[in-house]
Each structure stands twice: as structure tokens, then as C-alpha cells.
């Protein structure tokens, strides 16, 4: 740690914390020309503990729309055509039971849905790709400490991580991105809600020399073993010799990481422990996501089990709303108002991500798993397909969730149209020429230019100083686009849309 690093007195938006979700919130600050501040204690990013390992669909095409998604995959370990599979075993090594394709949306190349497949990615390599985006504005080594907010911005304090002599910054608003022990939730009176699960949980990273080229069922994003004994889910961090573990149903006093291993192997395998972390799943809301000028998002504002893969990927989705909303602020084309919709617009997203998950949750492993199935060849075929067929029923939107992931609407929001509020549906122009990218950074107006409302539509953006952007589509309705690439409304675009997409009327 560098304590001599400058540290500016002050910047127009400060986050609290350097994860994935706030290093996004600097991205999509930057990519609307807003300086920020990102305060973060780790110097470094640790490949030891990869926690998230799906970056979804809608997060891989925000990726695209910063110009990032390319890069992610280009460094991915696991290239997206490796696999989109899970398998349920008895073993590693074992007798397959059932399989579930087309898993996280890593199916969707080419897709009209979607404009990028979702990605297999250690969520450390989408940390280390978001940094470099961020450049020198990220300082690390160094954690914010407390806070203080008056009508005109908050005063930050910030210490150096391992100790020592506090200083202060002045922003004119802050998020929060502090993960579960949030000093910024603190520090605007807001607490969790929700409960935890009691089931206890144990993470192993390790090395096996050798381990893939035993497994008989092929590549696959996820095994799960349905061995009574140990049951659990495991699956490959690259594609040489690192593997990551969830033992299910294991407290970290009683846990030997290689006994374990070697049960859900179903073999004496040789493993080397990298790393183990226990954890029991958090299903909790903020009750509170915003002050005047300190907003929370990502575990600062809400936490789920990990089970569909969603926990960053709804972070990434605030910092998104967020971001073009404090800069729609700062810039000046939107009152201060706007910002109130970033709470009811994302809270209501995260309850239902959270419920979502826990559903993903409530059978795991441990519930699939059946004593016949480790008996002899009759056995295990006479209960095969009561087994699979639970699996199929209870693990499908687990696997499948795009009505989540792509489908979610801020349709109650009061800066959206009736009818409106949804992600742009995705369409190709051309092979490789996404609808997508013919949006520009601000509020979009696609659709035919030749028609009166679309002359009344960019008047009014010069008059309010919002950047608006045509595509022209002859011939089809127009829709305008925030820039967070939801519509604002559709079809019929009334005068006046502009100032009621950004609160000028609230």
C-alpha cells in the first residue's frame, strides 16, 4: 500500500468499494464522462476465493455496451462453446443420472434474444478487466471509514486499510457498494431484512493433476454428486488443473477438504487445497436503498444465495441505473428527482431475484440425493428415473432463467410509459451488427425519423440539453430508449416523453 498516492479533496461521485459492482458503477459513470472516485482496500485482486463464476447474459451485453464483453471472453478460461451443461452424478467418477443443457444462457450465440451468451468468468477476471477499465480512478489500499451528508454533498472519511490517519473527501454523492457490512448503509439508517439459511456450506478451491481426463460424462459448467455420503456441486475454474467445490451440508469445524473431495470423487484422487471458505446462504433486502445523496447497491443493498447465478449480476444492474442516472444529474439534463426512481425501480428487482434464488435453493444436493443410487447396477437403475425426473422438475429454472435475467421490467416506475418499461427486446441487423449497437450512450430514439413525432422528440431533446440519438428504421414505430437500454415508451411517443422519462414532471 502507497499511502503517498494523491487523494483528491473532492469528485462529483465517490463508491465506496471496488468489487465487481462498484468498480461497474465507475465504468458507467465514465462512460457517460463523469469523473468518480472509487475507494477499495484490496490492492490487489485474489484468484484464491472466485465466489461468482456467471456472468450472465444482460450483464455480458453491458459489458458490450462499454466495450469490455470481448475482452472478458477473450481471458475467460472456460471458452463459452466449452460447455453449457450440468450433470447429476453419483460421483465424479461415477454413473451419470440426468443432464440439463443449455444452462445460463450460454446457448444464446446468434440468439435474437440476446445480444451476447451469457459467459463462464471467475468473478477475480471480471474484477481485473473492470479495473483496467477504471484506470486512475480507482485508489486502492485505502477503505472508507464513515461518512457524513448535508444538503449540499457528504463528507467521505477515508483510512488506509491496514490502519492510520484518516482523511476526507467531499463528494456530491456517494455509492455505496460495501458489501454486506455497508458503512454507507449504516451511515443512512438503513438495515437488512430477510433471514438466513441454516444449512451450512464449505467452498474448496483445488488443484487436481489429471482429475478431467477420469470424469466419463464429459465437459460440463457444473457436476453435481447426489451421493448421500457427500453430496455437493463441482466444477472447473480453467482448463488445466483448478477446480472449485461446494460441500453441501458441511460446517468448516468438522470439514476435511480432502476427505471431501475424494467422496464426491467417488476415488482417492490427488488434490492440492488452495483455498476454503464456509458460508451459509442470506436471503436480505435493504429496507432502504437511498438518502438525498448516498445510494447502496449490490451487497450493500441486497444479498441471495448464489444458486442461479444472479448475486453480481443484479449489482451490475444498479450501477447501471444508477450511473446514467447521477449522470443524467451532474450533466444537468435531469432534476435532482431522478434519483429517486433508482430505489423504486431496482428494490423491487432484488426482492424478486432474492425470492428467485432462494426457490433455486430450497433442493440442493443434499434433497436430490438417494442411498439406491450407490447401490449395485439394478438399483441404481430402478430409481434413475424418479431421481432425474426431480431433478428436471425442481433444477430447471435454476439452469433456465432468461425470464429473470432478460425479462425483468420496471413497469410501476413513474418515469416509464404504460406498457413500457422493459429491456429493448434484441434483434440482429446483420450477421454481427447487434440492434444494440446503433444506441448511443444517452436516450435513443429508434424507430421511422420522417414522422412528426420524431421532429417533436429532438426538439425537445436540444431545449432540455439531453443527448438523444437517432437510429433510423424506416417504416417502424418509434420507441424511445433510455440509456440504460430500457424503454421509456413506445409506439406512440408523445410530446413532452423526454421530460417524463427523466422526472421533470415528478
Not at 465424479?92 to 450460454?106: D, K, P, S, V, W
Not at 440476446?114 to 477476471?125: F, K, T, V, W
Not at 438466513?196 to 460440463?220: K, T, W, Y
Not at 431421481?387 to 425483468?408: C, I, M, N, P, W
Request: glycine share 10%; charged share 20%; aromatic share 6%.
Amino acid at each position: 500500500m502507497n499511502l503517498d498516492t494523491p487523494i483528491p479533496t473532492s469528485v462529483p461521485v465517490l463508491v465506496a468499494g471496488g468489487g465487481p459492482v462498484g468498480l461497474a458503477t465507475a465504468v458507467e459513470l465514465r462512460h457517460h464522462g463523469v469523473r468518480c472516485l472509487v475507494v477499495e482496500p484490496r490492492a490487489s485482486v485474489s484468484w484464491l476465493r472466485p465466489r461468482a463464476k456467471t456472468t450472465s447474459a444482460r450483464t455480458m451485453e453491458l459489458l458490450r455496451r462499454w466495450g469490455l464483453a470481448e475482452t472478458l471472453r477473450s481471458r475467460a478460461p472456460l471458452p463459452v462453446s466449452w460447455s453449457q451443461e450440468a450433470v447429476f452424478v453419483t460421483n465424479l467418477l461415477g454413473r451419470e443420472i440426468t443432464r440439463i443443457g443449455a444452462c445460463f444462457g450460454l446457448d444464446l450465440a446468434g440468439s435474437d434474444l440476446a445480444a451476447e451468451p451469457g459467459q463462464q468468468a471467475p468473478q477475480p477476471l471480471v474484477e481485473e478487466v473492470l479495473r483496467e477499465a477504471v484506470g486512475d480512478a480507482l485508489l486502492t489500499g485505502w477503505q472508507v471509514s464513515g461518512l457524513s451528508e448535508d444538503a449540499d454533498g457528504v463528507t467521505v472519511r477515508v483510512a488506509p486499510a491496514g490502519g492510520g490517519e484518516e482523511r476526507e473527501i467531499r463528494a456530491e454523492y456517494v455509492v455505496g457498494c460495501d458489501g454486506p457490512r455497508s458503512v454507507s448503509r449504516a451511515a443512512i439508517g438503513a438495515r437488512y431484512e430477510g433471514r438466513q439459511d441454516e444449512r451450512p456450506n464449505f467452498n474448496i478451491v483445488f488443484r487436481a493433476p489429471g482429475l478431467a481426463e477420469r470424469i466419463p460424462h464429459g465437459p460440463a459448467v457444473h457436476y453435481w454428486v447426489l451421493d448421500p455420503a457427500q453430496p455437493g456441486i463441482v466444477g472447473r475454474l480453467d482448463l488445466k488443473e483448478t477446480w472449485w467445490c461446494i460441500a453441501q451440508g458441511v460446517r468448516a469445524e468438522n470439514a476435511d477438504p480432502v476427505r471431501l473431495l475424494r467422496t464426491l470423487a467417488g476415488a482417492d484422487i490427488d488434490v492440492e487445497i488452495l483455498a476454503t471458505d464456509p458460508w451459509t446462504a442470506r436471503m436480505l433486502l435493504a429496507d432502504r436503498y437511498a438518502s438525498e445523496r448516498v445510494f447502496l447497491a449490490g451487497d450493500a443493498a441486497h444479498q441471495n444465495p448464489p444458486f442461479g447465478g444472479h448475486g453480481f449480476n443484479t449489482g451490475v444492474g444498479d450501477a447501471v441505473n444508477i450511473g446514467w442516472k447521477l449522470a443524467a444529474v451532474l450533466k444537468g439534463w435531469a432534476p435532482a428527482r431522478l434519483l429517486a426512481t433508482y430505489e423504486s425501480e431496482r428494490r423491487p428487482i432484488a426482492a424478486d431475484t432474492i425470492e428467485a434464488a432462494a426457490l433455486n435453493m430450497a433442493t440442493g444436493a443434499p434433497e436430490l440425493a438417494d442411498p439406491s443410487l450407490m447401490g449395485d447396477a439394478a438399483e441404481f437403475e430402478k430409481v434413475r428415473p424418479a431421481v432425474a425426473e426431480a431433478v428436471l422438475r425442481t433444477k430447471d429454472s435454476e439452469f433456465h432463467s432468461l425470464e429473470l435475467v432478460l425479462g425483468y421490467a420496471y413497469v410501476n416506475s413513474p418515469i416509464v410509459f404504460p406498457g413500457a418499461g422493459e429491456r429493448l427486446p434484441h434483434r440482429w441487423l446483420a450477421p454481427g451488427a447487434s440492434l444494440y449497437d446503433h444506441l448511443g450512450p444517452g436516450f435513443t430514439l429508434l424507430g421511422d425519423q420522417n414522422s412528426s413525432e420524431a421532429a417533436v422528440v429532438t426538439a425537445e431533446a436540444r431545449a432540455l440539453g439531453v443527448p438523444l440519438h437517432v437510429a433510423d428504421l424506416p417504416d417502424e414505430p418509434l420507441t424511445l430508449v433510455r440509456p440504460d437500454q430500457h424503454v421509456a415508451c413506445r409506439g406512440s411517443v408523445p410530446a413532452g416523453a423526454l421530460r417524463h422519462s427523466l422526472a421533470h414532471d415528478l
